[in-house]
């Protein structure tokens, strides 16, 4: 996988550094050299002295072949100029923009290029949010504009479903059972599947009907 990022302070260094860790071949851009340097630790990112929103750059750099292409740097207005371009004038597959300044959060759709828009302090207080309002139940990602989750559920030791099936839960349509964690392995779920209590739950839901799941298993 190749994957392109925009920015090279401290969360691009973070990023960047997390991807290599994982195999992933990664290209930063920024317009500072002395940023840029604190890469000399990481020999295995590119850097790429330019400006992000040049497509001249952005071609020199292989962005036609990434993956997803990453915006991080403090400008919003560069952050949304680099999403526009890469998803409008090289159509690539997935593209992620930090978003700086809450106020800004509502143009970073995927009207104007944008698959996913992360913000440090959002996603904080949307954690705190699903930790107060859902309990045990955890939501790990939001897909589809929000309107399809990936959640998580442990079943604690005092569940009515310990020792049933899968087949017999009676989940709605609007939800579906992904993979069961259990002692650090992963158990793809079936019909005859028993639950038992330690077993983290994860499925895919509709954000309406996530609260469901976590009636089902208490």
């Known amino acids: 996988m190749y994957v392109l990022v925009i920015g090279a302070g401290k969360v691009g260094f973070n990023l960047a550094q997390a ?10 851009i920024d317009r500072k050299q002395l940023v840029l340097n604190k890469f000399d630790k990481l020999p295995a ?22 993956q997803a292409v990453v915006a991080v740097t403090g400008s919003d207005v560069d952050n949304l100029a680099f999403a526009m371009l890469a998803k409008r004038q090289f159509g690539v597959q997935r593209v992620i923009a930090r978003v700086n300044n809450l106020n800004n959060e509502w143009l970073f759709t995927k009207e104007h290029g944008v698959d996913f828009a ?10 705190i949010q699903e930790e107060v309002s859902l309990g045990e139940l955890i939501t790990l990602l939001k897909l589809e504009g929000g309107r399809v989750s990936l959640v998580e559920e442990e079943v604690l030791p005092a569940s009515r479903v310990i020792g049933k099936n899968v087949g017999t839960l009676n989940l709605p349509g609007g939800i579906v059972l992904t ?40």
């Open 179 to 218: 993979a069961i964690m259990r002692q650090g392995e992963i158990v793809i779920p079936r019909g005859d599947t028993l639950i038992v209590s330690g077993d983290r739950v994860l499925a895919l839901a509709s954000t309406e009907q996530a609260h469901i799941l976590e009636e089902v298993l208490a």
């Open 118 to 127: 992360v913000n440090g302090a959002l996603f904080i207080a949307r954690v």
């Open 19 to 28: 991807l290599v860790l994982d195999g992933v071949e990664v290209a930063i």
């Open 45 to 66: 990112v590119k850097t790429v002295l330019g400006d992000g929103t040049d497509p001249r750059v952005l071609e020199a750099v292989g962005i036609t072949r990434a």
